[in-house]
């Protein structure tokens, strides 16, 4: 099969990561070209053909949409998969110009109501509260990772915390920081991510004293290796329109904690759960240093599942998805 992934790359986060994912696998057996800025090349495989393309230009610009067209006409994908809504859009205006209609779907990957999505002819949403604001042509998909043999890093002499994600307002790691200068025992926490509130993050890290407990590490590619080597994983997000930071935790983290958001929600137990506010989770982070062993069998059984949330499933189910919409596109 001939599938074309379209994508508007912002940073390598969730949505893209998921792209990459996805693109990677499903190249292993189809023809996978990638519509996507040249930033993503580091992260495809040498097989995915990677078609550079800005789609932070009008998207009612004719011209730029018919230079899409022009692209579309010549690969002549059997289905187009969009990952963004603003993609979504300049792919259904460009077929206007095209020789030929190509199925078009769409994965939803946020929480935030997009209405460009009733414009796909099949939607997919990730979990069951993103299926609730896309259109009735939906089904869910969800996310799965490549597991990749750790390679432990040396262990720290200190109780070793790691919380990973975007450092955005969203993904709360001052709510960390903040549980952290609470608690009463010895330890070490890395955060692994960038965005727009590492200055503020790292000014509280400053304020409450914690220079040489609280680290902030930026975006590493082997954050499995980290997360292997840790004792502890913290996911402290408001929301996750899913959560693939939990199925790396899942995958490679001895222990993992959560905020009732995304996938969290139905895979973790409630003593795996607390709400985010820094005296609960420091109360939470007491309790589990203090019974760590008890804590690490409870995830145990999380653990055994890790083969459901692996990518060549997630591939199969999008593969079953193309073939059936490819074939009512047909009728």
């Known amino acids: ?14 949505t893209e990561n998921a792209c990459v994912q996805l693109c990677n696998e499903l190249v292993k057996e189809h023809e996978i070209y990638l519509m996507s800025d040249k930033n993503i090349l580091k992260y495809i495989d040498k097989n ?18 018919h230079k899409i067209a022009k692209i579309l006409d010549e690969i002549s994908p059997d289905i187009i998969h969009a990952h963004n809504a603003k993609v979504i859009e300049i792919i259904y205006n460009a077929r206007f110009f095209m020789k030929k209609k190509i199925p078009l779907i769409a994965t939803k990957h946020t929480l935030e109501f997009k209405k460009n999505y009733k414009l796909a002819d099949l939607c997919v949403a990730v979990l069951d509260e993103t299926k609730k604001i896309l259109p009735p042509n939906s089904i869910i998909i969800e996310n799965g990772i ?14 070793h915390i790691i919380s990973s994600g975007r450092l955005s307002a969203i993904k709360q790691m001052d709510v960390v920081i903040k549980a ?17 509130k590492q200055g503020e993050l790292e000014r509280l890290i400053s304020e409450l004293k914690l220079d040489k407990k609280v680290f902030l590490r930026g975006f590493v590619d082997n954050i499995n290796d ?44 409630s003593e795996l759960k ?12 007491d309790e589990i240093h203090a019974n760590y062993d008890k804590f690490v069998q409870i995830f145990a059984p999380i653990k055994a599942k890790k083969d459901e949330f692996s990518v060549e499933k997630m591939a199969q189910k999008y593969i079953n998805a193309y073939e059936n919409l490819i074939k009512d596109f047909k009728k």
Not at 1 to 14: Q, V
Not at 48 to 65: A, M, S, T
């Open 1 to 14: 099969m001939k599938i074309l992934h379209a994508l508007n790359w912002i940073k390598f986060a969730g």
């Open 48 to 65: 995915v053909k990677l078609i550079e393309i800005n789609f932070k230009k009008n998207r009612y610009n004719p011209i730029f949409l």
């Open 146 to 159: 490549l597991y990749k043999k750790p390679e432990k890093i040396k262990k720290l002499d200190k109780f």
């Open 274 to 285: 607390f709400s985010a506010t820094p005296e609960n989770l420091a109360h939470k982070l």
């Open 180 to 196: 952290l200068s609470l608690v009463k025992f010895d330890f070490v926490c890395e955060i692994f991510g960038q965005g727009e």
């Open 226 to 269: 980290h997360l292997a080597s840790c004792d502890l994983q913290i996911i402290a997000s408001k929301f996750e329109a899913y959560g693939l930071v939990a199925i790396d935790g899942i995958y490679y983290s001895p222990l993992m904690i959560s905020t009732n958001t995304g996938i969290c929600e139905r895979i973790l137990p």
